[in-house]
């Protein structure tokens, strides 16, 4: 599985080259969804970028907190983050401030096979971000990434609660705070390794029981809800 996501998020850094009047609109996904995809979660500082080809960069980063995988804190690692826009979407008329340098990452090893020659020539790094992995702080507040339009890159938006923002099922106006996103985070890696303990089950009938009972879930801001949209 990580495979496949790992290929689809270097062939959407690569696409931003290429006309893409005929693409699908690039996925964005809950973050019990992002868990699963990645190898590793972690809060970085990004520092120098560096161009692979001329139109795919990656970046440094210094990892501060480890939430998930066997990355250490203070270990300086480049990550493929090509693809994500700083800037507001325009529709929105809403100027946004330099985000920070720290930045949420959702990251998985990259298939080396699956590069394009290009890249394969340009030292590549072994870590990409995956399909809308990566969550920024301004003032305070999380913004998640989606496409606004096509053809066009990731741009942020207010993370509201999770899984429901991603739904549109929550009004949300600012994003919520990085203690507030890290606590949805934690609940959302429960999910994520329910499913894959779920999905690991050899009885049939067992299995799709257990999937049935963590797709069923219910959370404490909607009590009376399932986490029916937990996984996307």
Excluded at 9 to 19: C, D, K, R
Excluded at 85 to 101: C, E, G, I, N, Q
Excluded at 125 to 131: A, H, I, K, T
Aim: avoid cysteine.
């Amino acid at each position: 599985m990580h495979a496949r996501f790992q290929a689809l998020t270097v062939m959407l850094a690569i696409l931003s080259a290429a006309p893409l009047g005929r693409a699908a609109m690039m996925l964005h996904y809950d973050l019990s969804s992002l868990v699963s995809m990645s190898d590793a979660v972690v809060l970085a500082e990004r520092g120098q970028e560096r161009k692979l080809t001329p139109y795919v960069s990656a970046a440094t980063y210094t990892i501060k907190k480890v939430y998930m995988g066997t990355l250490a804190a203070g270990k300086s690692v480049e990550i493929l983050d090509d693809g994500y826009s700083m800037d507001h979407p325009v529709s929105l008329d809403v100027a946004l401030p330099a985000p920070d340098k720290d930045r949420v990452l959702f990251i998985s090893k990259i298939d080396a096979a699956g590069l394009s020659a290009d890249l394969k020539k340009s030292n590549p790094p072994s870590w990409s971000v995956v399909p809308s992995g990566m969550r920024i702080m301004i003032s305070g507040h999380v913004y998640r990434f989606e496409q606004f339009s096509n053809p066009g890159p990731y741009q942020p938006a207010p993370q509201g609660r999770d899984p429901y923002d991603v739904r549109d099922e929550l009004p949300v106006e600012a994003g919520v705070s990085l203690a507030t996103f890290e606590a949805d985070l934690e609940k959302a890696m429960e999910r994520a390794k329910a499913f894959s303990g779920a999905l690991k089950q050899t009885d049939k009938s067992k299995r799709n029981a257990r999937l049935l009972e963590v797709l069923a879930a219910h959370d404490p801001i909607h009590p009376l809800t399932p986490y029916r949209y937990g996984f996307n």
